[in-house]
């Protein structure tokens, strides 16, 4: 299974950084070729293979790193390429200021992006992990959880297994619907984390639920 990420941003170096030691050959494509050489070599990463947007397109899954605002004019551009591979969403519908968001609240980033290329198999994932999680998931012996959601339930499994073996507790997250309601956590995370002093290390950690360290 071949998994590429696109962009070299906070989030693009975070699960490039946290994915390589459990993905084979893991493809990363970014303008910034210069950048994206830089963090390869001052992080060791041996089994990063980097590439241009049009490669990582060839991979099973792909990962855009990109702003809510980017990704779907990215995606409908890139329609063809796009049929038939399975998609991983992390965006959130913010706001230039973060104060709200873009869309109506029977709507979500994840469903926009699936309506705006139906071939395409969207699974949302990490929509609640802020860049800063990456360096330490665990706090205070606790894994930070992922939920993990599609309306495509073989991709869905797919990806969950992709990010077992990751230091996060992998959850079944049900339908993209339920991005309604992940998405706006977000941005309540932030607001609770800026007034207590902890941004943006801040994730989210469901108690009392029965599970080990990931699904499998």
């Given at each position: 299974m071949?998994?590429?990420i696109?962009?070299?941003?906070?989030?693009g170096?975070?699960?490039?950084?946290?994915?390589?030691?459990y993905?084979?050959?893991?493809?990363?494509?970014?303008?910034?070729?210069?950048?994206?050489e830089?963090?390869?070599?001052?992080?060791?990463?041996?089994?990063?293979?980097?590439?241009?947007?049009?490669?990582?397109?060839?991979?099973?899954?792909?990962?855009?790193?990109?702003?809510f605002?980017?990704?779907?004019p990215?995606?409908?551009?890139?329609?063809?390429q796009?049929?038939?591979?399975?998609?991983?969403d992390?965006?959130?519908?913010?706001?230039?200021?973060?104060?709200?968001?873009?869309?109506?609240?029977?709507?979500?980033?994840?469903?926009?992006?699936?309506?705006?290329?139906?071939?395409?198999?969207i699974?949302?994932?990490?929509?609640?992990?802020?860049?800063q999680?990456?360096?330490?998931?665990?706090?205070?012996?606790?894994?930070?959880?992922v939920?993990?959601?599609?309306?495509?339930?073989?991709?869905k499994?797919?990806?969950?297994?992709?990010?077992?073996?990751?230091?996060?507790?992998?959850m079944?997250?049900?339908?993209?619907?339920?991005?309604?309601?992940i998405?706006?956590?977000?941005?309540?995370?932030?607001?609770?984390?800026?007034?207590?002093?902890?941004?943006?290390?801040?994730?989210?950690?469901?108690?009392?639920?029965?599970?080990?360290?990931?699904?499998?």
């Amino acid at each position: 299974m071949k998994v590429s990420i696109i962009g070299t941003g906070r989030m693009g170096s975070g699960l490039v950084k946290t994915l390589e030691p459990y993905v084979n050959e893991l493809f990363w494509a970014s303008r910034d070729k210069e950048r994206m050489e830089s963090f390869i070599h001052a992080n060791k990463l041996t089994r990063i293979v980097p590439v241009s947007y049009t490669e990582a397109l060839e991979a099973d899954i792909i990962i855009p790193t990109l702003w809510f605002r980017d990704v779907i004019p990215w995606a409908k551009e890139n329609k063809e390429q796009l049929a038939n591979k399975i998609l991983v969403d992390i965006t959130n519908p913010f706001t230039e200021d973060f104060t709200d968001f873009t869309l109506d609240w029977g709507n979500s980033a994840a469903e926009e992006l699936q309506m705006s290329i139906p071939d395409t198999k969207i699974v949302g994932a990490f929509k609640n992990t802020f860049f800063q999680v990456f360096e330490n998931p665990i706090h205070e012996g606790l894994e930070s959880d992922v939920y993990v959601t599609s309306d495509h339930e073989s991709a869905k499994q797919m990806v969950m297994t992709l990010l077992s073996p990751l230091p996060f507790r992998v959850m079944d997250g049900g339908k993209l619907k339920n991005n309604r309601t992940i998405e706006r956590l977000t941005l309540f995370e932030r607001e609770i984390a800026i007034r207590y002093g902890n941004y943006p290390y801040v994730s989210n950690r469901l108690f009392g639920m029965k599970m080990g360290h990931s699904i499998n």
